[in-house]
Antibody, heavy 123, light 106 residues
Framework: QLQLQESGPGLVKPSETLSLTCTVS??????????WGWIRQPPGKGLEWIGS???????YYNPSLKSRVTISVDTSKNQFSLKLSSVTAADTAVYYC???????????????WGQGTLVTVSS | SYELTQPLSVSVALGQTARITCGGNNIGSKNVHWYQQKPGQAPVLVIY???NRPSGIPERFSGSNSGNTATLTISRAQAGDEADYYCQVWDSSNVVFGGGTKLTVL
């Protein structure tokens, strides 16, 4: 059974870079059938897609975050990572990683999801 | 940018049928996916490609999509169905989520 686990600092200072890693277990991140995505959820609010990556390194980003986001993949470690630069309090959220099903491109659904990790932006 | 509109809340009596809508311009031409999120938990996929149920999701959950509205239907609602529900589509190289609907089972 595929499992995903987010890891990284729970507290980031304003203007710094948020860095998270998602470790995939129970399956290969190099499968041609999937992308791998990051989604966030501010406290008490809805879901926001950040971006997704294919094992080859091809990326798709939310246009509203694109200038600050970098998603990368390390197939040797079965991990993919998120970097979000110049963070503010508005970036405080639970960050989820998830398998993003390939449906003629990254048109598919997210399943399963990691448990999520809360990242707070504060000095 | 493409927008998905969901009602903030829907209430249903125990054992009755709940319908949660997701509105979008010509959404019927897109594949819609639905997620259930209970408090403090990660979202769980309940419907993909408009009307398909993943393994382990009860048959009580069904979906449809036509015109400008997609609908998630929960039959014989149970107390355990109380949760937030989100729709999701892909549009113009962007993943879009609806704002979410809180389902209350009375």
């Amino acid at each position: 059974q595929l499992q995903l686990q987010e890891s990284g600092p729970g507290l980031v200072k304003p203007s710094e870079t948020l860095s998270l890693t998602c470790t995939v277990s129970g399956g290969s991140i190099s499968s041609s059938s999937y992308y791998w995505g990051w989604i966030r959820q501010p406290p008490g609010k809805g879901l926001e897609w950040i971006g997704s990556i294919y094992y080859s390194g091809s990326t798709y980003y939310n246009p509203s975050l694109k200038s600050r986001v970098t998603i990368s993949v390390d197939t040797s470690k079965n991990q993919f990572s998120l970097k979000l630069s110049s963070v503010t309090a508005a970036d405080t959220a639970v960050y989820y990683c998830a398998r993003h099903w390939d449906d003629y491109g990254p048109r598919g659904w997210f399943d399963p999801w990691g448990q999520g990790t809360l990242v707070t932006v504060s000095s | 940018s493409y927008e998905l509109t969901q009602p903030l809340s829907v209430s249903v009596a125990l054992g009755q049928t709940a319908r949660i809508t997701c509105g979008g311009n010509n959404i019927g031409s897109k594949n819609v996916h639905w997620y259930q999120q209970k408090p403090g938990q990660a979202p769980v996929l309940v419907i993909y490609r408009d009307s398909n149920r993943p393994s382990g999701i009860p048959e009580r959950f069904s979906g449809s999509n036509s015109g400008n509205t997609a609908t998630l239907t929960i039959s014989r609602a149970q107390a355990g169905d109380e949760a937030d529900y989100y729709c999701q589509v892909w549009d113009s190289s962007n993943v879009v989520f609806g704002g979410g609907t809180k389902l209350t089972v009375l």
